[in-house]
């Protein structure tokens, strides 16, 4: 348990009484308000780990009491309570910062659970670096959005859909996530939904019991039990079917799975995290995905750009892959790499480099190396340049070494030398870009 207190805010004396006992119980240090006015007041003197806030309250709104805790006490986790339940509320809330969002009546269970929760993200959070930024690498605006709304996703209990083209790294995302949320100590399986086979799906989803089928020669759990208390991660979603969606549905609605072969069900308690390469709205259009799965799956989207579109982060993950083994680009390599389209996104960037070390022997890794289709050629391919690569690295010198050093300068100069922002905006620990300045022999602020 946090040593500050858990602050509970609503208008309704009943409903404050109610929640702050449930609460009190369980937690011990519990402090009340009335509205956001006295919350307000209170967090001035002392500041709460958790803030549990009624929505809809006549002098501020708790999405206004959220908005002023975000600013004026980013630690404290916010969790809003509401008599009704509003898809549109509840997407703006979590964007927002709230930790969760729950509908009266609720449980003391409930109430507790969701305290709980939110408590072990203050906890873990103290206690770890943002992961994430080692794993979501580049500084354009798109990446920075994405890094932002992980950082929210972790932070909430919702369900999460992630869109995007093949190779923009889902999965990675998902995993951050994952280790950066109060379940990071629980399962993270992922699943490909494009491999389930349509007469094993309840046996893959829900398990079976022995001699349930002819095959089944022992009691086989199933992704949803393997994932409890964690995050099934399902990617591919459009390759369920509407009778297997329909079957997910009923888990997400219920809680329960009843192995196949058994009379009993059990409750299980897993977050979803779900991922497709087709436009959701297209799927729904074409009726190949059920609404009502969509909305439950999709509490917050995460939409990950091409690479195409990230302009100077395809010189920041070529120096990220290659930097393990100290290999250099050549101007007309770099040149190359900035020009080509990249269909295949950061996968094929990564399997592109990887194959251009082993056919440079480990030297410096030139044009001809990267062995990318015909008509990729820098001064054929017709596509404009993008506004967020300012200037070409490869005509100074041109190493991935020299645009690695560009990038750090700009970086530290957005950031007015300030190495703690700096690495923060390259997505780097501290630690790593001291060495790199040392590398460089670049100077700057503490």
């Given amino acids: 348990m946090d ?3 858990i602050l509970v805010v609503d208008d309704d004396p009943s409903a404050l009484q109610y929640m702050s006992l449930a609460l009190s119980q369980r937690f011990g240090q519990v402090r009340s308000a009335s509205g ?3 919350a307000l007041l209170a967090m001035e003197k002392e500041q709460p780990a958790l803030v549990v806030s009624d929505l809809r309250m006549p002098e501020m709104t708790g999405l206004e009491l959220l908005a002023l805790t975000r600013e004026r006490w980013p630690q404290t986790h916010f969790i809003l309570v509401t008599v009704e339940q509003d898809i549109a509320t509840v997407v703006d809330a979590v964007r927002q910062g709230a930790t969760n969002y729950l509908v009266k009546p609720v449980s003391p269970a409930a109430l507790c659970m969701a305290a709980s929760r939110a408590l072990a993200t203050a906890s873990l959070a103290r206690t770890m670096v943002d992961r994430s930024a080692h794993e979501i690498i580049g500084t354009c605006r798109a990446t ?10 972790a932070r909430s209990d919702m369900n999460v859909l992630i869109t995007g083209e093949t190779g923009t790294g889902k999965e990675l995302v998902a995993r951050a996530i994952h280790r950066l949320s109060s379940l990071a100590r629980g399962p993270f399986v992922p699943h490909n939904c494009a491999v389930t086979p349509a007469d094993l799906f309840e046996s893959q989803f829900f398990g079976h019991r022995r001699g349930s089928f002819t095959s089944a020669e022992m009691d086989q759990p199933g992704l949803l039990e393997e994932a409890d208390g964690g ?3 399902l990617d591919e979603l459009e390759c369920l079917s509407l009778a297997h969606q329909a079957k997910l549905l009923r888990v997400l609605d219920s809680g329960e799975v009843r192995p196949v072969g058994s009379r009993d069900s059990r409750v299980v308690s897993v977050r979803f995290l779900s991922a497709t390469n087709h436009e959701p709205e297209s799927m ?3 009726g190949t995905l059920r609404e009502d799965l969509y909305h439950r799956l999709r509490g917050l989207e995460i939409r990950l750009p091409l690479l195409r579109e990230r302009g100077r982060d395809i010189l920041l993950l070529a120096g990220h892959f290659l930097d393990a083994d100290a290999a250099s680009l050549s101007p007309e390599a770099v040149a190359a790499l900035e020009k080509y389209s990249w269909p295949g996104n950061v996968r094929q960037l990564r399997n592109t480099l990887r194959a251009a070390q082993v056919l440079s022997g480990g030297g410096i890794i030139e044009g001809r190396h990267l062995n990318l289709p015909r008509g990729s ?3 054929s391919i017709g596509s404009p340049r993008r506004p967020e690569a300012r200037g070409r690295p490869g005509e100074s ?3 991935i070494r020299e645009a690695e050093r560009e990038i ?3 970086a530290l100069e957005s950031c007015r030398g300030h190495r703690g922002e700096a690495a923060r905006t390259l997505g780097i620990h501290r630690s790593t870009l001291r060495r790199k300045l040392r590398e460089f022999g670049i100077a700057s602020q503490a």
């Fill in 397 to 399: 010198g041109g190493t």
């Fill in 231 to 233: 995050i099934l991660f």
């Fill in 377 to 379: 050629d820098p001064n």
């Fill in 284 to 286: 729904l259009r074409a």
């Fill in 36 to 38: 956001g006015v006295q």
């Fill in 144 to 153: 920075l959005r994405v890094r932002h709304l992980v950082s929210l996703a």
């Fill in 3 to 5: 040593d500050n207190p």
């Fill in 408 to 410: 750090i300068l700009q």
